[in-house]
């Protein structure tokens, strides 16, 4: 069997940082979900993310929306933001 090849969109979308504070990729996200973790909690603890200085209010409505896509990498825009202000930094 062989392999679909990626398009540029989607090789952008694999590396694109999901998790700020760990620097987690998309694509680690996204081999944990279709490895079986069916929820944040369950993404964060086998691949590290939701543990930075934010807890999760960045990366968290991503990997919510990325589980609700059974793990396939999302290509339309998304933002992983938060003011700095609201933690003193």
Do not use: H, W
Request: aromatic share 4%; hydrophobic share 30%; proline share 2%.
């Amino acid at each position: 069997m062989t392999e679909k090849k990626l398009s540029i969109e989607e090789i952008k979308a694999k590396i694109k940082i999901v998790c700020i504070c760990k620097g987690i990729k998309q694509g680690r996200i996204c081999e944990a979900i279709q490895k079986g973790a069916n929820s944040v909690e369950k993404v964060n603890k086998q691949t590290g993310s939701g543990d930075g200085g934010c807890k999760a209010t960045r990366c968290g409505p991503v990997i919510k929306k990325l589980i609700e896509n059974k793990g396939k990498v999302i290509l339309e825009p998304y933002e992983t933001k938060i003011d700095d202000d609201d933690y003193g930094f």
